[in-house]
């Protein structure tokens, strides 16, 4: 299958932690990213390479892999990180990209 | 800092072609793979495709038989051109670069800042 799987919508206390999952047969062999995009703007990277952070992204974003399952965590979630997340990876072929449905994600 | 900007029209009637240009600056485009990706109004996103320096190519299969990708490092610009357009492919258009030099890898870092395009007569 090449499909990724993101969970329902979620919310998050602020200054708690949320765990959001991305199933998928392709993450067995291929590492996962997460891309944060918040309403009306284009998406950004916040970790690659499992748990890799480009620069100017806040240590609180961190990313983990268990079997066919990636996971973002925001420890100590901000006003600011309210937004939609979406994990991609490339597909059994390797030769294609493909995105998980996006979690809304909800700083209460 | 490598900047992305698509540029193109906002507005295709359906059955007619749907072309938009990326335009690079602040970096070489060489080695890189340079990828377009949409989203509808209101969902979420899809990849396109991605094309290499070289000008080598590969498709998202759902799309494949209505898209096209070009490049021209001389100017630093990357195109998009998707044929027999109707309703369903309104949405706004991304261009994007992966992370890493020769590596393709789905890491998109940065992306363009994306343009609307609306298909309607």
């Known amino acids: 299958s090449s499909e990724l799987t993101q969970d329902s919508p979620m919310s998050v206390a602020l200054g708690q932690t949320v765990r959001i999952t991305c199933q998928g047969d392709s993450l067995s062999r291929y590492s996962a990213s997460w891309h944060q995009q918040k309403s009306g703007r284009a998406p950004i990277l916040v970790i690659y390479g499992e748990n890799n952070r480009p620069s100017g992204i806040p240590d609180r974003f961190s990313g983990s892999i268990s079997g066919n399952t990636a996971s973002l965590t925001i420890t100590g979630a901000q006003a600011e990180d309210e937004a939609d997340y979406y994990c991609n990876s490339r597909d059994s072929s390797g030769n294609h990209v493909v995105f998980g449905g996006g979690t809304k994600l909800t700083v209460l | 800092q490598v900047q992305l900007q698509e540029s193109g029209p906002g507005l295709v009637e359906p059955s007619e072609t749907l072309s938009l240009t990326c335009s690079v600056s602040?970096?070489?485009?060489?080695?890189?793979?340079w990828s377009w990706v949409r989203q509808p109004p209101g969902k979420g996103l899809e990849w396109i495709g991605y094309i290499y320096n070289i000008g080598s190519t590969h498709y998202n299969p759902s799309l494949k038989s209505r898209v096209t990708m070009s490049i021209d490092t001389s100017r630093n610009q990357f195109s998009l051109k998707l044929s027999s357009v109707t309703a369903a492919d309104t949405a706004v258009y991304y261009c994007?670069?992966?992370?890493?030099?020769?590596?393709?890898?789905?890491?998109?870092?940065?992306w363009g800042q994306g343009t609307l395009v609306t298909v309607s007569s």
């Open positions: 994007a670069r992966d992370l890493h030099t020769s590596a393709f890898d789905g890491w998109f870092d940065p």
């Open positions: 602040g970096d070489s485009m060489r080695s890189y793979y």
